[in-house]
Each structure stands twice: as C-alpha cells, then as structure tokens.
C-alpha cells in the first residue's frame, strides 16, 4: 500500500483527503515510478471543482513528476529500473486515457513514451516544475507560427506557463523583443529570465503599450484585453479555454516525452531554468496548504511538492485529513 490525496466528490479543496491506495502494477509499455517530487497545475483545482472530463471516483489529482523507475512492463524498451524520468502523466489528447490515479501518491505508472530522461543538472523538484507547463509553452509558440526575429508580447510572464515562454522565446525561438507583464514585485524577476521590456500592469493598462507586436502570448486568459497590442493581423494565443476574444486561437498542449527530450540540450546548458515558487516546496503532508497557495493566482514559477514520505502520520498535519485504507 502507498500514500496518496485524492477525492471523492468535485469541490473546494477542503474535499481532499490523505488515504491508503494500492501500489499499481505496470503493464505492457507502463513504467511504475517512485515519485520524488510533483508540481500542481491549475488544471489540477479545475478538474476538482466540476468535472470537465469523465473519470471514476475516487481521483488522485496531478499531472507533472519526477521519480525513479522502480517497474516496468514487458514492454518497456527505453527505460530500466533505477532511472530517473520526468514527465506530464495525464494525456488530455487521448480519449479515454485521463488517470484515476494522478501525481499526488508515492507510486504512479505511466506509459513511457509519455515521459524523459531526467537531466542530469536538474534536482528532481526542477525537473517536476517543468513538464506541463513547458508542453503548453511549445505548443503556443507552434500553433502561432513564430519566427526567429519576431516580438512577443507575454500576458503573465511571472507564471508557471510565462515563466519559461519568455526564456524559451529569448533563448530558443530567438525573438528580436520579449515582453512581458508582471506586478511591481516581480519586475526585476522578469529581466533575469531575459524580458527586454517589462509591462507593470498594476500600472499601465494595454491601451497604453506604444508598442505593437508580432505574436500575443496569453497565459492567463486575458486576451478580450490584451488583443490590442498585437499588429494588424498578428495572432493571438490563448491557454485558457474557451478564450475571452473570438480572434485569439487556444493553444493547448501536446503530451509527450518528446518534448522534454527535444529541450535536454536547452536545460542542461542553463539556457532554460525550472522556476520553482520561493513559497516552496511544499511537503506532501502539506498538498492542501500548497493547492490554497496556487489558487490565490500569485505564484511565482511553479508550486512544488516535495519530498513524498510520510514520516508523522499521526501528526497534526496529516492526521487532520487521513482516512482509512480504501482501494480503488
């Protein structure tokens, strides 16, 4: 038996609770992974409040990991027991495949192909940070058709998704001009990810920009707004769905391991950096005070979880949601 949180009913997050859970067993091309660390997505607070897709309860939300192969099934061919992989384990693009059983337990199997190599210079709470997010990231930068040479306007640069669209616009897609948003506080943050041109919207509205550009990338769903810094007939990407302007294009995400493999060169030279929340990382014991954390909207980066053991189950922390051994 495992350790993991998880539901029973949609609701706040209040509805979760810390419970005994079989250890799974992997099949055919699944590894079975010892989770080391784990990251929370919005996605993960949304699925919780209302069910947006079908899946039998109860659910263990998560979506982004890195651990330690400890199984495989016969058909496994990349990866050995002992190896350190990362990756996103819920396949949103295919139907049928959302798991019961998210990150947030202490063993979790997924199939292989949807996971990577965890690089070398990357802790495992870094590379946990990483995989949602910077799927999303890639996929807005393709779906949007961006050129070496361009500029970009980022809406939210300081989080989780912006965070890395802004190095990997600087750093990868090689844009002439990054710009980004950010509060008063997090201004100079965002010139140390590399933003040429930093926007306080706690005081400068979009009308005000001068500036016009080639791509707006929207991470947090402002795009009715954002629209007009964008240059005649320049795309507008939004993440959020559905987008709050008809001419901005939802861009969501591809899963795939792949894609982690394509940035190894990128992350194991510095060029991108895993941004984890300073709040962080949260203890597993602690996931409820790390999902109140991420649904105040003021994260910074990532938020963490990590480590995985549960070393005081009798403490007040963790007694105050525990419950029995159940299956699933």
């Not at 990251?39 to 897709?53: G, S």
């Not at 005070?289 to 007040?316: D, H, M, N, W």
Request: hydrophobic share 40%; glycine share 8%; net charge negative.
């Amino acid at each position: 038996m495992q350790k993991a949180w998880f539901y029973e009913v949609h609701g706040p997050k209040e509805v979760l609770n810390l419970g005994d859970f079989p250890i799974p067993y992997p099949v055919q091309n699944q590894l079975l992974v010892q989770v080391c660390a784990a990251a929370l997505n919005p996605i993960d607070f949304k699925l919780r409040c209302r069910p947006l897709v079908f899946t039998d309860f109860p659910v263990v939300p998560g979506c982004d990991m890195a651990g330690i192969v400890v199984g495989k099934g016969d058909h496994v061919s990349r990866f050995d027991v002992g190896d350190e992989v990362y990756g996103n384990i819920q396949n949103f693009n295919a139907e049928g495949e959302f798991k019961q059983l998210g990150t947030l337990a202490q063993f979790i199997v997924v199939e292989e192909n949807l996971v990577a190599s965890k690089p070398k210079n990357l802790s495992f709470e870094e590379a946990a940070s990483l995989p949602v997010a910077v799927q999303t990231a890639v996929e807005g930068f393709k779906n949007a058709g961006f050129k070496e040479g361009q500029t970009i306007f980022i809406v939210g640069g300081a989080g989780g998704v912006g965070s890395l669209a802004v190095q990997l616009a600087k750093q990868l897609y090689r844009a002439s001009l990054v710009a980004a948003t950010a509060s008063t506080a997090k201004v100079k943050f965002l010139k140390t990810l590399g933003a040429d041109e930093v926007v306080d919207y706690t005081k400068t509205r979009y009308e005000e920009v001068e500036k016009k550009y080639d791509l707006v990338y929207d991470t947090v769903g402002e795009s009715k707004n954002s629209y007009v810094v964008a240059k005649d007939g320049a795309p507008v990407i939004d993440i959020t769905w559905p987008p709050s302007n008809p001419r901005a294009v939802h861009s969501s995400l591809t899963v795939s391991g792949e894609i982690l493999e394509n940035l190894r060169p990128c992350l194991e030279s510095g060029k991108l950096t895993a941004v984890i929340d300073p709040v962080g990382p949260f203890h597993f014991c602690d996931v409820i005070k790390a999902f109140e954390y991420l649904e105040t909207g003021r994260a910074r980066g990532k938020v963490v979880i990590s480590p995985f053991s549960v070393p005081y189950l009798t403490s007040e922390i963790c007694n105050s949601n525990l419950v029995p051994q159940r299956s699933i």
